[in-house]
Each structure stands twice: as C-alpha cells, then as structure tokens.
C-alpha cells in the first residue's frame, strides 16, 4: 500500500473527530470538500470507488454555459454556467480551452413556436431549430457575458459562406452560427489537483478512495475495500454527493426513506481515430440536432475525435458502457453531418457511459429534464445535505452552496471565496508553451516530452520533471509517458490499482494509446514502487483488461494488435 494512503490511514485512526463529512467523490464531491476545507473546517472525504471514477468520468468533456438552456427558460443557470466557464477558463487555463463551436442550421423560422412553448413550461420533444430562434438564443448568451467578456461574440454565416467555410458539411445547411464555449482536456486530473490542493492547505483535512461509510450502532463506521481495516468517526454533518447513488446512499448513511429525489439518464461518447474528420473540423465543435431532436456534438479531443452522445433514461444507477445501437446512433448522426467521410467502427478507439443525475422529472423528453442543482436537509442525529443533480461545469457553484448551507448549520463564517482561487497547475501557468521551453532548458527535455509535461500538469511539470530524473525512460516506444513519471503518480496522487494509472491519472485508455505492452509497463512499476505481490498485480492487470473490454470497447485482442501498430510507427 502506498505510504499517502497509510498515513492518512494513522491520520483517521489518530483523530476521528470531523465537522463534515462528505460522501461521493466525483466533482461536485471533491469541490464541497475543497470549499468545506478552505473554510477551516476539519473535512473527511469518502468514495467506494476511484476519485472521479463515475459520472465525473463520463462528461462530454465541455465547460459550456448551455445554450440550449435557454430555451427552457433556465436563464439562472445559463448565467451561472456561463460565470462558472469563464472562471474555470482562469484558474485551470492548463486543462480548460476555448471551443469555437459551430451550429449548421437548415431552416430560418422552425422551432420558434416550439422555443416559446417551452420557455412557457410545456414539454415534448423540440421541433428543429431554425435561424431565428438560434439567433435570439445566442443574442442572449453575448448578453449575459456582456460585462466580463473572454471570448468573442456569435457570428452568422449564410449559405455560401457556409459552402466555402465548411464544405464537408450535409447540403442542407442554409446557415452556420459560431458562438464560443470552452473544453477540458483532463477532467479526471482537475479533481485530483483539487484533493493536492486541499492536502496542501489543509492537512488535517482527509481524502479516501476505495472506502464505504455506513451508519452502525455505535456511529458511522469507514471500512477500507483494499485492506479490510475500519475506523469510527464522529461527524457533526454528513453530505451526500453520490450523484446517481444519492437515494440508496440516504439509508445506507443513517437517513430515514425519501421520495426519490434523483433519477439518471445515460449519456454514451466515442472516441475515433480519424484524422480526415480530425481536419475536416478545423479546431471547432460542430454542435447539431439529430433527426429525433437531440443534440449531439463532435468536436477535436487532443489527436483524436469526441463524438456524442445519447440521452436515455435509466431507471436504477449502475455502471453503463455504449452499447452496440448506441454507438450505431453517434455513428450515423456524424455521417448525417459530414456525408462526404467514410465514419465506420472500426475507427473507434474507446467508447465511454456514464449516468447524468438529474431531478426526478416528468418530462417525457429527457432533454427537457433540468441540469440546475438542489439541495434537501435531511434532519436526524447527524444531519444530511443531499446533493441533487448539478452538471461538471458549475460544481464550483454547486460546492459553494452546499458549503454555505453547511456553515450555516455548523454556525461557521465563510472566510474565502474560490471563485477566483486557481487550481493545481493553474496557479501561475505562463502558458503550455513557456512551459514547455522552460522544461527544454532546465531539464533538457525533447520538446515532444516538454510538451506532454506541460499540458498535463500546467505549472506544476517542473515537479513532475524533477521528480523524474535524468535517467527516466518511456514506457513505451510510442508514447511520452515514462516509468518515473508513473511511480511519481503512484506515490502522490492516490493511485490504488492500475485502472486508475490507465483511465483516470493519465489519458493513455481515452487516446487510443493503451497497449498490452503499456499494460505490462504499468505493471512492473507499480510493483515496483508499492508493497503489492506478484499475484496481486496480475489481478491487477486482468481487471483493467476486463474493465476494458466490458466497459469501453477495447479488447486484449485490440491491445496486443496496438503493440504491433506502435511499434511499426516507431521504425
């Protein structure tokens, strides 16, 4: 076991006595813990699984203000999305860019009436938008960033200059429309710099993966899933940010039975490996309706292509993959879209499914189904604040006010504001490129490595490169990640297994990249770096490869097929 989790382990045992406990680290858990700690406020943290292993590992990667908001008439959260976007734009410039989207529009007047109708309250699926309404729906989205303007202003383009800006795309497309979002490259990393960053500002605050807590007859009791070992602990108030989980996790926290509060819908993603599509979208999302009204987006994700995704109800939570019909659904959509590019299976990498939790709704039409956030006391012995839906790019927001309810309970004073407050390698980021040279000339680093370095850890690769050393070697031929930068994880940043190393800490599963012979690296350095045995590694490894295969499309087959495709491109 790595010493960060041992001494946390002494830690807890050492002092058991908490203000708050929250349950659930995905994003908006992480961030209540973050804004609960920055207060001065002892925090314990707990997650069964990996940290940002959920529904947090399964967004379609924007950092967007949710146009389409509005024509629910959700304006309270368009602006709070849109502020939440703009400040992740600056405090984690290393892993949050600017997205130019573009929305190919084949009508003038076409869901005007449908617009208003649901901007009234009634529901059903949405007629296709057409200009009108999409130009007063991103007339308003200028206007709600009007005093704090970071990117440009939407634009218009008409039939023939759409021809000649996108000429891959459908015939149909009378007009385009381009307004500005933003994207994240690592989303799963941000939630670990925000665990580093509380461990540094707050030490006596506690973080733990791959434990459960229940409510027993003595109190509540954390139980290790690694080693068996337990602990009592003694909170004043416990959170629940299970997402999904949230309604099984009332009782199992000591909560008395609610009416379901959260219900889910699953949300499906591809990955390709398609560099004429790759082209053919010139730096920008294309943002589209599908021929049920659903919208789907596709847009460059690092070298490869982010193509979703899918809206459908679920009526218990669970751990989800793309099924077949689903991926034939985004496979299709893209080849409505882009009819002159041959989209075919075979061009996908990896395919990713997670739950959204949303309000329990009516609404027949998922789309229409509110992504605003909530939260509901629970009175008992020990209080317990429900977290209720809530979207990636406002989990500040929403951890902001689970924390200021929280205070008001404890009777606490908010002493800091994290609006403005940068995260991890977002503190002082000069930019990927300064970086980057600094690393060439400090660390005599390739600049292919410096690269890496750079847009992966932001300020903080000077450390990760120190950590590294002069004789560090790659993993494997065909990638930049290296053995030392692996150990380097595996010590600092909560690493129990390898599914956390090839899904979560780095993008070497969501890129394509994942080889057998990567596997068997990741492997040998977390033997070597941890107490783990022979046998409890290779358990290990067959777990990741079967995580693979049943959950993201990528069989032993498929690896072992990459090392002989790396390897040639290496020749």
Known sequence: MPDQRTKIWQDLNDDSAFDVVVVGGGVNGIGTYRELALQGLRVLLVERGDFASGCSAAPSRMIHGGLRYLENGEFDLVRESLQERDALLLNAPHMVHPLPTVIPITSTFSGLFNAAASFLGRSGKPARRGALPIKLGLGLYD????????MPKHSFAGRRQTRENWPGLMAEARY???????????????????????????????ALNYAEIRKEVGGHTVTCQRSGQSAQVAPRLIINATGAWLDETVTQLGGAAQKRMVEGTKGSHLILDHPELHAALKGSMV?????????????????????????IRVSHPGRVRCEPEEQEYILTSLRNVFPGLVIAADQIVFSYSGIRPLPQSDQDFTGRISRGHDIRLLEGTVPQLCMIGGKWTTFRAFAAQAADEAMELLGVTRR????????????????????????????GLTPDRAAHLAQRYGSKAAEVAAACGPTDQPLAAATQYSRAEMAHLIRTEF????????????????????????????????????SLSADQVAAQKTALIDELTTYHGVDAATLNTRNTERTAQCA
Request: aromatic fraction near 8%.
């Open 143 to 150: 206007w709600v960033t009007r005093k704090r303007r970071l």
């Open 176 to 206: 385009t429309a381009t307004y500005h979002d933003a994207w994240i490259g690592f989303p799963e990393r941000l939630c670990v710099e925000m665990l580093q960053d509380v461990a540094q500002a707050a030490p006596r605050c506690l």
């Open 287 to 311: 943002f589209f309706e599908n021929d049920d009204g659903r919208v789907c987006i596709v847009f460059p994700f690092h070298d490869r292509v982010l193509a979703g995704s899918t809206d």
């Open 416 to 443: 800091t504001e994290t609006l403005q407050l940068p995260i991890g390698g977002g503190a002082d980021f000069a930019g990927a490129d300064e970086v980057a040279q600094s690393l060439q000339a400090t660390h």
């Open 495 to 530: 690493v129990q297994n390898l599914s956390d190393l090839a899904l979560r800490r780095t993008d070497l599963a969501i890129s394509g990249d994942l080889s057998m012979q990567i596997i068997e690296a990741l492997a040998d350095v977390m033997a070597e770096v941890t």
